[in-house]
């Protein structure tokens, strides 16, 4: 394969990585965790990103090194999954929330839950498509797996950007008006719920 024309691949192999992170289940996921504690909005993105980018590569070292085929079962499981999860991080948001606002308790959060929750996400729908299809026509596996690492890349640097906006936002309503961070911290809950719940009721 001509450098150049490698060179190229490679990038459109991070761009993609770039672009999915901006797919709207990913958001909804990364903005419900971090509806209840937005301070560690940056720490959930990355942890969510790592996740990710676990399932994609090890998805993509069964595909292109082991000859492996994704099921399609396996396929429709974690995607149920992903939208009962944004479900889930919903209503556990609004649950604390709830809690800070009548009780005075902060809710923490866990980072390994985002990872969780990243790992499911990066073995369903059009993540290992995206990464994998340009991957399987490099020659080497292993300018394949640089592929996808760069795939990876992308979208933890752009989550990691996603998490760290949502911070800012939520700590400049924080100055403004309690009210209005607690009303945006719903608002982020909200998105989560809906968007599993539409996942739900399309699929």
Request: without cysteine; glycine residues 14%; charged residues 10%.
């Amino acid at each position: 394969m001509d450098v150049q024309v490698l060179e190229t691949v490679l990038m459109l192999g991070f761009a993609a990585g770039v672009l999915h992170a901006f797919d709207p289940d990913h958001l909804a996921a990364v903005s419900g965790l971090s509806g209840g504690d937005g301070k560690r909005s940056v720490g959930f993105a990355l942890h969510w990103g790592l996740g990710h980018g676990l399932a994609v590569l090890i998805i993509a070292l069964a595909v292109m090194v082991f000859g492996a085929a994704v099921p399609e079962a396996f396929s429709a499981a974690a995607e149920s999954a992903v939208a009962w999860m944004l479900i889930l991080i919903g209503a556990h948001t609004f649950y604390h929330l709830w809690q800070q606002h009548y009780r005075g308790r902060v809710y923490g959060g866990h980072r390994r839950n985002a990872a969780l929750v990243g790992l499911v996400h990066g073995s369903a729908g059009s993540a290992p498509l995206l990464a994998l299809i340009p991957a399987a026509q490099y020659t080497s596996a292993a300018w394949g797996l640089l592929h996808v690492l760069l795939f990876n890349v992308g979208l933890l640097l752009a989550m990691v950007g996603v998490g760290a906006a949502l911070r800012r936002g939520l700590a400049v309503a924080a100055k403004r008006d309690g009210r209005l961070q607690l009303s945006l911290q719903g608002g982020l809950a909200m998105f989560a719920v809906g968007f599993g719940t539409f996942l739900l009721v399309g699929g």
